[in-house]
């Protein structure tokens, strides 16, 4: 199922993620495993944060892919179903 994915990474774990190497690997670590459609990094509320659109095989996956954010960044992990446009008109038309 594609999912919606944002990460709000704690500013101080974050810093220290960015200075022992952790950030670049806990990110790499989510792309190799999940391959994104897309990956945005940007700053929300002050934090840094990323977005991605995935598909995400099974539910017993969240842990692994939310744990490392969790545990390396103490981050905030918001996932959701997420539609693209064919979809949309797909659900609207069985209304």
């Not at 459609?37 to 099974?58: C, H, N, Q, Y």
């Amino acid at each position: 199922m594609r999912m919606f994915l944002k990460v709000q990474m704690e500013v101080e774990a974050a810093n220290r993620a960015v200075k022992d190497g952790s950030l670049p690997k806990i990110v790499q670590g989510f792309t190799d495993r999940f391959k994104p459609e897309g990956a945005w990094f940007t700053s929300v509320d002050g934090k840094r944060t990323m977005i991605a659109i995935f598909d995400l095989p099974s539910t017993a996956d969240i842990p692994v892919l939310a744990e490392p954010f969790f545990t390396g960044m103490n981050a905030t992990v918001d996932i959701a179903p997420a539609m693209d446009a064919a979809d949309l008109q797909a659900g609207l038309s069985a209304l």
